[in-house]
Antibody
Framework: QLQLQESGPRLVKPSGTLSLTCTVS??????????WGWIRQPPGKGLEWIGNIYYSETTYYNTSLKTRVTVSVDTSKNQFSLKLTSVTAADTAMYFC??????????????WGQGTLVTVSS | VMTQSPATLSVFPGERATLSCRAS??????LAWYQQKPGQAPRLLIYGASTRATGIPARFSGSGSGTEFTLTISSLQSEDFAVYYC??????????FGQGTKLEIK
């Protein structure tokens, strides 16, 4: 059973770079069956998809964040990562990682990591 | 754009709750529903508009296709009071979520 766990700094300074890692357990990140994605949720607000990566390093990004986002994968560590540059207070949010089945018409988010709250503040 | 209604729904325990999700253009049956409790990650309830995910009780049911979708929870239990989100995966990227419906105890 796949399990995901986010890790990384909880506090980032304005104009800095937010960096998070998601560790996948219970399966290989190199599986052809899943994309690996990031979703965020500002306090008290709804869910926003950030981006996906495939083990082959093919990436898909939300155009609203595309100029600031990089998602990468490290198959040797069974991890994928998120970098978000030039952060502002608006980037303060709970950040979730998730697995997304690859098969056509099966691209829902499951499983999810527990999430990690990242605050942008000086 | 995915639009959920109502924003908040107040229901007595034991009663039925009906939540709606509307897509701005057809998403076929490529729609999922999630439940989120405070401080937790969303949990997949329904995919393919009407298929319950593994371990989801039968009191949760989904219906609809195209642009109109419904999540029905029959006989509400105390643990069902949460926020519910719909998400389309027909036209991605991007994946888009509704803004959520908060189901609260009346």
């Amino acid at each position: 059973q796949l399990q995901l766990q986010e890790s990384g700094p909880r506090l980032v300074k304005p104009s800095g770079t937010l960096s998070l890692t998601c560790t996948v357990s219970g399966g290989s990140i190199s599986t052809p069956d899943y994309y690996w994605g990031w979703i965020r949720q500002p306090p008290g607000k709804g869910l926003e998809w950030i981006g996906n990566i495939y083990y082959s390093e093919t990436t898909y990004y939300n155009t609203s964040l595309k100029t600031r986002v990089t998602v990468s994968v490290d198959t040797s560590k069974n991890q994928f990562s998120l970098k978000l540059t030039s952060v502002t207070a608006a980037d303060t949010a709970m950040y979730f990682c998730a697995g997304i089945p690859v098969a056509t018409n099966r691209n829902w988010f499951d499983p999810w990591g527990q999430g990690t709250l990242v605050t942008v503040s000086s | 754009v995915m639009t959920q209604s109502p924003a908040t729904l107040s229901v007595f325990p034991g009663e039925r709750a009906t939540l709606s999700c509307r897509a701005s253009r057809s998403v076929s049956s490529n729609l999922a529903w999630y439940q989120q409790k405070p401080g937790q990650a969303p949990r997949l309830l329904i995919y393919g508009a009407s298929t319950r995910a593994t371990g989801i009780p039968a009191r949760f049911s989904g219906s609809g296709s195209g642009t109109e979708f419904t999540l029905t929870i029959s006989s509400l239990q105390s643990e069902d009071f949460a926020v519910y989100y719909c998400q389309q995966y027909n036209n991605w990227p991007p994946y888009t979520f509704g803004q959520g419906t908060k189901l609260e105890i009346k």
